[in-house]
Structure formats: structure tokens, C-alpha cells
């Protein structure tokens, strides 16, 4: 029952008996032929409103005649819809909110939303969110919407949502009205034509007159054509222009024009690689995007970043192109994500993200609906006919939002991919693919996915989440699946080791089986590091180092139980695999296994000269650096396939000769490493230094660890952010997943220091300079982050363990509830009565030295790079 009973009318009486009376809450569409059969119907509705002194509110956003002139006593609210879906929503209901209970609204003709959007389903969820809010307070509203434009996924949600729905056309002057659906009310009236003569609706019930009026209207419910959406008229009219074009009949005007409406359906213009996408990607390719497409909108950033990589090979180098692994992807347009948010009741826990205030409220509750989300049935089908496709093959499902993999925004490691081995019954496997899907999608509302949104400045931004399915490249080894070898490449090599490494010739970081173990931070094992100039020069000094240094573990999926696994190398090989094993294995005499060294992989195959062309070519397309993902493997001919899985730019900031600040007085050393530094050169002063004590802190149980890392936590976030002169130095890994190893804290937690450093000591396995995986790495360099490890082992490196024990700590100054951690938390500012703290990195030379001076310090300055 509404709660206001205040009466209403459509400002003709004899309407308002059909319709056995209008009630605060209902929203009224009409379908119409023309906009001005609409204003027939809006005139005496908001004549009416206006004589019972009701508020009423007209948004204007259409290119069609005002419904209400102003002067007329209607609040005009303008909004624009070609800001975008996301926007016209919260424009629309903050609106609705100010105005209260009890408004009558009028809107422009709806169709005009689903033509600037070239989306059907975008119209529909608009519908779907906006109909309950204006019904729970109570007013009344007209919408209008032209008669057989629209597929079902517009009809279908405002058929749904709606109170009434009526058609209205006119034929010989005279106006119809048929009700198509009235809640509760008049369903005598349903689907009974009604014809207005003076103030009366009279019903049509002769079946000669009906037949006459019927026939001679445009009444196309069963032309599939007229009710296909948007995309499917527009896909058709490309599918025909290529055609065209194929048997040269096509001018090169039309094919751009059509080419041009394809990139705004796909919202090109929203990623950061637009011009690229425009340059390389063929008319041609968006068609076979379509035929792989499940749902409509953006295939995001991932995506397009993949597609544009593999288009500009095949044009500059054929050859190269010829030597990748065809994939065979399908593309979840956002649209479905965004359906699936309306549909699901997470759209409005969404939207509190938007704001600073709330941007972290009700995100179990958002995370729990979603992993519990059920699909349209339209969806459900596509997904059905994708796994038909696919068999039992292995496949991954990987985020492709909208923002992400553009320029400036990696998003590296911040939204989840999910393998699925794709076993069992037909059933079971629908099961695990929803399942995945679910869990893409809920990584949207994960705190260190909007935590670097927020420091990225990009809370206000649509964020649309597309899906990029692809399968997993590799063959089935006994129980096992995985590819030969996997990893990332660089086109610029930030791990300088050695001065006859060109950092511009690019380099690898390779991995035996799934390239999970390049891309994230392994913080057990390590990977092979290539520079693609010298592809036989490794870190290591000697075999024994090799071998100590080497990949001792591999992820894969274990078809038997159905899974992503990491195992030992030893106990996967086991199976036999049937392909070169000797590319990648060297025996060990002493090990008694096989050590992973890619020795004859990079030596005696044209593999690391292949990768470094492709990534040259890619740069030089790009006009920036970038870095790939990639597996490789061999056929039984011998002949080899590259597959090139993703490409963004890379945030790499190159050394540049500049002016190092004058620092005065006798410098003393804090602190010399040897290996690794990564990032650029630099020196600069610190202001602070967050120092975490090895022995106390390997003292600790784990429940203590993650106390250390919260701590260290509240410390970061109460740096200024203007103040880059913050280093942190601890034992072992900074934001590992195990406190065994180091601090398991967040990169959030972190994302204030200007210079990190691991001291090597927890645990006899850490190499951190092979170790950083690029989403990690990629989070460095984006906040300018440089990074250092220090090995006590090494007698060139020094650590003056008496100066952080004896200088002051201002922990408890800071954190007064943090008496049990101050021994083991050292915060130690510059001096006050004097002297300041400097860093200085060298990359290239693989040297840092942090020393301080006693003399009067001189302004802080900005860090400057500096010539190695």
C-alpha cells in the first residue's frame, strides 16, 4: 500500500477511467510513433500537476521540442547525456533526491539515451535503477519511448519495472491508446484499443474495425529486424560495408564512417591507447571481435591493448607475426558487468565509492552479492555456447576494465584473473565459469584496487569491468597443463647489472610452466632474468649461484583434480612431458634433478632475438615503453610459437643528467648496498627513516608480524604526501604473503616512501633483485619508488647497526599506544639541531649509499636524477 492516497490524474478524465485512476508511484510510459504524440499527453498531465499546486520537475536532455516551454511552471533540469551512463545517473538521482516525496516528473523521450549510448541494455538499466527510487517517494512520472526502435533489452526491464505501459498511435487523426501492462488496475483494459473522441477513451471491440485500424498502423511485433538493438543493426551495416569493400564497391568515406560509430559502441575514445587503436585495428577486426563477443559494450583495456599489439607486428613485421599463437578469445562486453550490478542490487553499494567519505563502505556486502549474482538468461546462453567451443580445454578469464592497462594506469596485479581447468560435467563446468566470472568481478570492490584508484585520481571515472577469455596456451603434460615457458618483457631494462647491459635493448623474466611466477612477487623461488642485448650474462658469478638461484618450483593445472597448482619442477616433470626439455633444464650432478636455466633457449634459438624485435617494434608504435606478457612453446616440427597474452605501456622513468644538490660537511655511512638497486638513479635528502629491527622482529610470532605491518602502516599514511624523504628498511620481503619471510603488508600500506629496502637475512632463498614480479615492480615505479636490497653476506656492504640503535626514536612520539613495538620500530627523523640524511643510487653501478653530514642542512630539495 503507498503511503500518500492524495489524488492524481492524467489531466484527462476520461483516461484516468481506463486506467481505473493514477496513484502517487507510478511511473507511466508511453510508447509513441512521434514526439509529438508524447506532448499530447504531457500537456494536460502537467497542466494538471501545476492547478493541484504539485512540484514539477522536466528533465531535459533530448535534441528533440521542449515538452514544457519554460515560463510554464516546471523546474527545467538540464542534464547532459553524452557525459556518459555512470554520470546521467547520479545527475538524475541527485535530482530526484532534492526534490523529496511527492514530485511529478516529466522526461524527454528515452530513445534519445539508447542513441547516444548505442546500447539498448545501457537504457534499460538506467530504467531498472531509476523506476523503484521515483516509486518508493511517491510521484508520478512520464517517460515516452518510440514504438519499435528497441530490442528486448531495453523492453524488457521497463516492462518489468514499470506500472504502466501503453502504446499510443494515431491513424485518419485520431488518436489510440492500448494498455500493454497496468499494475493491479484495469486489467480489463489490457491490450483493448482505445480511441479518444472529445474527452471520452472508448474501447474498439468490433473485430472489422480492429483488423481495419491494425492493419494500417505500423505494428512490426514480429519483425526480428526492427527489434534487433543497436549493435546488431550497426554490426550488420559494418558486416556489409566490409563486404563491400572486399569486392571494391565501398568508398573509403563510407568505410570510415562506419569504422567510426564501430570505435564509439566499443568506447575507444575512453581508452588511453585510442590513437593506436585507431591506426592499427582494421574494420575487419572489430568484426571478429563481434563474433567472439558475449553481451555488448567495452572489451576494456587489456583487450584492446592485446589486439593492438598483435595488428601492429602483422603490419611491421609479417614474418614475426607469423610466429605467434593464434588466439582464440571471447570478449564480455561491460555492459554485462554493468547489468549484472543493477540486476544483482550491488549498482547503489557501488556508487558510495565515488565519494572519499565512503569510498570503502559496504564492500563485503557488495562482494557478497556479486559472488552470489545470478546471470540473464541471454548471458547464460552465450557462456553455454563459449564452453560448446572450448571443450575441456583450460581457460583463463582475466579483467579488462575500462581504465585499465592505459596510459599512466597499469592497474597491475589490482583485479583478479582466475584459471579454470574446464573439466567434469557439462554442468559442472557452467558451474566453475560463473564462479570465475563472479570472482573478476568482485576484485572491482577490492580495497587496493580502489585504494590506487583514489591515489590515481580516478574514483570520479566510469569504471567498467570487461572480461578477456582466452585459452590457456600450453598442452596437457599427464595430469598436468602448462606451456613451455612463460614470462614478462620490458622493452626498457630497468635491472641493470652489469655496464655492458643496454637497458634500451629490453629484457625477460622467464619461468618454466604458467607465467604466474613472472607477473606476481614468488616469494620462495626466482626466476630467470634476461637482457635481451646479452641474453648469456646472468646476476649470478658462478654455476653454484645458478644453481641456488634457480626456479625450484612451477604452477600449473592439475587436470586430475581440477585446479591451479604450485608444485615442485621435479615432481611435475616426472610425467614425461613430450617436448624439448633440454631448452629450458641443465642436469645438475650434485642437485640429482634438473636445474632451470634456459641456457639453450637463449643461445642456440632465434627466441630472445624474436622478443627483442617484437618489443622494439612495439615501442617504437607506442612512442613509450611497454612490457608484454608471452608463453612459448615448441611443436613437434621444432618450429616455435610466441603468444603474446597483453601489452601496456610500461611507467618507466629513464635517467636524465641533472644537477645533484651540494651537500656539505664530512659525510658519515648509514647504510652501503651492493646490488640490487632498481629504479632511477637518484639523490636526494631523507626525512625520514622507518627502520624495522632484524632480530626483534624475527622474534616475533606471526600475529605480532601483522600488528608491525599495521603500524607501519599508520606511519605512511600520516607522511605528508609532499614529503618524499620517507625510507623504509626491513628484513626480508616488504609485502610478502607469508610474515616467515618479511612484513606482510599491503602496497597501501607503503605507498608514501620515496625508497624501500629489504635486508636479505630472514630466510636463505630471498633474492629480491630476480624476484620483484612486475605488478609489484610496476607499483614501485608508478609512485617513483626506488628499490633496494641489502645482503649482510657481502663484505662491500655495511649497515651501521649502532647508529639506528642509538638515534633517537620517535615512534611513541607518533603512535603513543605503541610501547611493545618500540624496540622493534625505529622511527628516526633528521636531526633538529642540524645535519639532514641522504640517499644516493647509482643503478647502473648497482650501488646505493645512505650517509648522513652534521653540518646546517640546506632547503629540502625535489629528488633529482642523476648521471651514472
Known amino acids: 500500500m503507498r503511503a500518500s492516497r492524495v489524488h492524481v490524474t492524467t489531466g484527462l478524465p476520461g483516461l484516468d477511467e481506463v486506467l481505473r485512476g493514477i496513484e502517487p508511484g507510478d511511473n507511466i510510459v508511453w510508447e509513441v510513433d512521434s514526439i509529438e504524440e508524447y506532448q499530447e499527453l504531457v500537456i494536460p498531465y502537467a497542466a494538471a500537476a501545476r492547478a493541484a499546486g504539485r512540484r514539477l520537475v522536466y528533465f531535459r536532455f533530448a535534441e528533440h521540442v521542449p515538452l514544457i516551454d519554460e ?151 514480429l519483425q526480428s529486424d526492427r527489434r534487433a538493438g543497436y549493435w546488431r543493426r550497426l554490426f550488420h551495416e559494418a558486416a556489409q560495408v566490409a563486404q563491400e569493400c572486399r ?116 564492500l563485503e556486502e557488495g562482494r557478497k552479492r556479486i559472488l552470489s549474482g545470478h546471470f540473464p538468461p541471454h548471458v547464460n546462453e552465450q557462456f553455454r555456447g563459449m564452453l560448446d567451443y572450448f571443450g575441456e580445454s583450460p581457460y583463463i578469464v582475466r579483467s579488462s576494465s575500462i581504465l585499465e592497462d592505459a596510459r599512466g594506469n597499469a592497474f597491475s596485479g589490482k583485479y583478479e584473473s582466475v584459471f579454470v581447468s574446464n573439466r567434469g560435467s557439462r554442468e559442472d563446468r557452467m558451474a566453475a565459469l560463473l564462479d570465475a566470472v563472479r570472482r573478476v568481478y568482485a576484485s572491482v570492490l577490492d580495497k587496493e584496487a580502489l585504494h590506487y584508484r583514489r591515489r590515481r585520481g580516478l574514483m570520479d571515472s566510469e569504471e567498467r569491468m570487461a572480461l578477456l577469455i582466452m585459452r590457456v596456451s600450453g598442452a596437457e603434460h599427464g595430469r598436468y597443463y602448462y606451456p613451455q615457458a612463460a614470462g614478462v618483457g620490458l622493452s626498457y631494462n630497468p635491472f641493470v647489472w652489469h655496464p655492458d647491459i643496454d637497458p634500451r635493448a629490453g629484457v625477460l623474466r622467464l619461468v618454466f610452466g604458467l607465467g604466474t611466477r613472472a607477473v606476481d612477487r614468488s616469494d620462495d623461488d626466482y626466476t630467470r632474468l634476461v637482457a635481451l642485448n646479452a641474453p648469456a650474462r646472468r646476476p649470478e658469478a658462478s654455476f653454484e649461484e645458478v644453481r641456488d638461484h634457480s626456479q625450484r618450483r612451477m604452477d600449473c593445472l592439475d587436470l586430475r583434480e581440477n585446479k591451479f597448482v604450485s608444485l615442485p619442477l621435479a615432481e611435475v616433470i ?57 608463453t612459448l612453446n615448441f611443436l613437434p616440427d621444432g618450429s616455435y610459437r610466441i603468444h603474446l597474452l597483453q ?59 601483522y600488528a608491525v605491518a599495521r603500524l607501519i602502516g599508520r606511519l605512511n599514511r600520516a607522511q605528508p604526501k609532499q614529503d618524499r624523504g620517507l625510507m623504509l628498511i626491513g628484513p626480508g620481503r616488504w609485502g610478502t604473503s607469508s610474515p616467515a619471510l618479511g612484513i606482510p603488508i599491503s602496497f597501501t600500506e607503503i605507498s608514501h616512501a620515496s625508497v624501500i629496502c629489504e635486508v636479505v637475512a630472514m630466510h636463505e632463498r630471498l633474492i629480491p633483485d630476480v624476484s620483484l614480479g612486475t605488478h609489484f615492480f610496476n607499483d614501485l615505479v608508478e609512485h617513483d619508488m626506488l628499490y633496494l636490497a641489502y645482503f649482510p653476506q657481502r663484505t662491500e656492504n655495511f649497515l651501521d647497526l649502532e647508529w639506528f640503535r642509538q638515534a633517537p626514536n620517535r615512534l611513541l612520539e607518533l603512535e603513543p599506544g605503541a ?43 625535489v629528488p633529482s636524477p642523476i648521471e651514472p
Open 574 to 630: 616426472c610425467e614425461q612431458p613430450d617436448f624439448p626439455l633440454d631448452h629450458y633444464l641443465t642436469p645438475t650432478e650434485a642437485e640429482g634433478y634438473p636445474c632451470v636455466t634456459f641456457d639453450r633457449l637463449l643461445t642456440e634459438t632465434p627466441v630472445a632475438a624474436d622478443l627483442r624485435r617484437m618489443l622494439a617494434l612495439l615501442e617504437v608504435a607506442y612512442e613509450h615503453p611497454v612490457d608484454i606478457e608471452f
Open 819 to 861: 610501547t611493545a613495538m618500540a624496540e622493534i620500530v625505529r622511527v628516526i627523523d633528521e636531526p633538529a639541531t642540524g645535519g639532514s640524511m641522504w640517499l644516493r643510487a647509482d643503478a647502473t653501478a648497482q650501488r646505493a649509499l645512505v650517509y648522513r653530514t652534521e653540518e646546517p642542512r640546506p632547503p629540502h630539495p
Open 71 to 221: 515560463g510554464e511552471g516546471a523546474e527545467i533540469c538540464v542534464v547532459d547525456r553524452t557525459a556518459g551512463f555512470e554520470s546521467f545517473v547520479r545527475r538524475i538521482h541527485g535530482a530526484i533526491e532534492r526534490a523529496g516525496t511527492g514530485a511529478h516528473y516529466v522526461f524527454d523521450c528515452l530513445s534519445h539515451l539508447a542513441d547516444q549510448w548505442i546500447s539498448d541494455q545501457s537504457l534499460g538499466n538506467f530504467f531498472a535503477l531509476t523506476c523503484p527510487r521515483l516509486r518508493d517517494l511517491d510521484t508520478v512520472t512520464y517517460f515516452g519511448l518510440y514504438r519499435d526502435r528497441h530490442s528486448v533489452y531495453a523492453l524488457e526491464p521497463i516492462r518489468e519495472t514499470t506500472q504502466f505501459l501503453l502504446d499510443v498511435f494515431r491513424l485518419d487523426l485520431r488518436l489510440y491508446v492500448r494498455p500493454v501492462k497496468v499494475q493491479h488496475r484495469s486489467r480489463e483494459a489490457m491490450n483493448t484499443i482505445h480511441v479518444r473522441q472529445g474527452g471520452a477513451f472508448l474501447p474498439v471491440k468490433d473485430s472489422a474495425v480492429l483488423a481495419q485500424i491494425l492493419s494500417r498502423t505500423q505494428w512490426p511485433r
Open 647 to 705: 601489452c601496456r605501456t610500461f611507467q618507466v622513468r629513464r635517467e636524465t643528467t641533472g644537477v645533484a644538490p651540494t651537500v656539505t660537511g664530512t659525510p658519515t655511512r648509514i647504510l652501503e648496498a651492493h646490488g640490487a638497486v632498481i629504479g632511477v638513479s637518484r639523490e636526494q635528502r631523507l626525512s625520514r627513516i622507518i627502520y624495522v629491527v632484524q632480530d626483534a622482529y624475527a622474534a616475533l610470532r606471526e600475529r605480532e608480524r
Open 247 to 362: 569486392e571494391e564497391r565501398c568508398t573509403p568515406e563510407r568505410r570510415a564512417e562506419i569504422t567510426r560509430r564501430v570505435h564509439e559502441a566499443l568506447r575507444v575514445h575512453r581508452s588511453g591507447i585510442a590513437p593506436l587503436v585507431e591506426r592499427f585495428l582494421l574494420l575487419e577486426d572489430f568484426l571478429a571481435v563481434r563474433d567472439r563477443m558475449i553481451g555488448i559494450g567495452s572489451v576494456g583495456g587489456k583487450t584492446l591493448g592485446m589486439l593492438v599489439a598483435r595488428a601492429i607486428l602483422r603490419e611491421r613485421d609479417p614474418g614475426l607475426a607469423g610466429r605467434l599463437e593464434a588466439h582464440d578469445s571471447f570478449f564480455v562486453g561491460a555492459e554485462v558487468f554493468i547489468t549484472f550490478l543493477v540486476q544483482n542490487d550491488v549498482w547503489w553499494l557501488r556508487e558510495q565509492q565515488k565519494h572519499s567519505a565512503t569510498f570503502l563502505r559496504g
